[in-house]
């Protein structure tokens, strides 16, 4: 079966320090991958996305960005972080291919980023 | 521009009664639409979808409604349980795009 693992769960980051989130799946092949954060009262904004190594989408122009550098491991870094980015970072996938899909997306349980 | 919304913030229901939750949205492109239900401090899982052809679909206590020429999707929760606490997300998506796009959420508390 699929699982998807996030890590660290919670995270304190002094302002102008790098950021490194990393997201992996396990069970499937050349999924989609998505970087979503929720910030405190807000929605779920996606960050980035992929459709396959090396190729990286960016949604919202920020002081992030994101890699994937293997086929099931997505990459939320920073090189500077700053009081704003603070929130709730979630790594998702799904196996569609260009298109939604009635499955939506499978989302790991997320990282709790406090920038102080 | 928000694509997908959710005005209701916040719904309060006592258990056993019927919770109501909205969702409107822009895309007429769009032909998937979710929710999502989320505790604090963990990842939204999935709960029940339903596609542009149609109407209605029901699982167990669950049942999404879809209105198409309103652009209006709703979540009925019936009996609602203290367990159904949570943050609701509706999104919605269509087949020639690479993402869904997400609700603000609306925070159900069903008070026992």
């Known amino acids: 079966s699929q699982t998807i693992h996030q890590w660290p769960a919670t995270l304190v980051q002094p302002v102008g320090s790098p950021l490194s989130l990393e997201c992996t799946v396990e069970g499937t092949s050349n999924p989609n991958l998505y970087w979503y954060r929720q910030a405190a009262g807000r929605g779920l904004q996606l960050l980035f996305y992929s459709v396959g190594i090396g190729q990286i989408s960016s949604e919202v122009p920020q002081n992030l960005s994101a890699s994937r550098p293997q086929d099931r491991q997505f990459i939320l870094s920073s090189k500077k972080l700053l009081l704003s980015d603070s929130g709730f970072y979630l790594c998702?996938?799904?196996?569609?291919?260009?298109?939604?899909?009635?499955?939506?997306?499978?989302f790991g349980s997320g990282t709790r980023l406090t920038v102080v | 521009d928000q694509q997908v919304k959710q005005n209701s913030p916040s719904l309060s229901v006592q258990e056993g009664r019927i919770s109501i939750l909205n969702c409107d949205y822009t895309?007429?492109?769009?032909?998937?639409f979710l929710w999502y239900k989320k505790y604090p401090a963990e990842g939204p899982t999935f709960l029940i979808s339903?596609?542009?052809?149609?109407d209605k679909n029901e699982d167990g206590r669950f049942t999404v409604f879809l209105n198409k020429s309103a652009k209006h999707l709703s979540l009925h929760i019936v009996p609602s349980q203290p367990g159904d606490s949570a943050v609701y997300f509706c999104?919605?998506?269509?087949?020639?795009?690479?993402?869904?796009?997400f609700g603000t959420g609306t925070s159900l508390t069903v008070i026992p």
């Open positions: 998702a996938w799904s196996v569609l291919r260009g298109g939604a899909s009635p499955y939506g997306y499978t």
């Open positions: 339903i596609s542009s052809i149609k």
């Open positions: 895309n007429s492109m769009f032909d998937y």
């Open positions: 999104a919605a998506g269509g087949s020639t795009g690479n993402q869904f796009y």
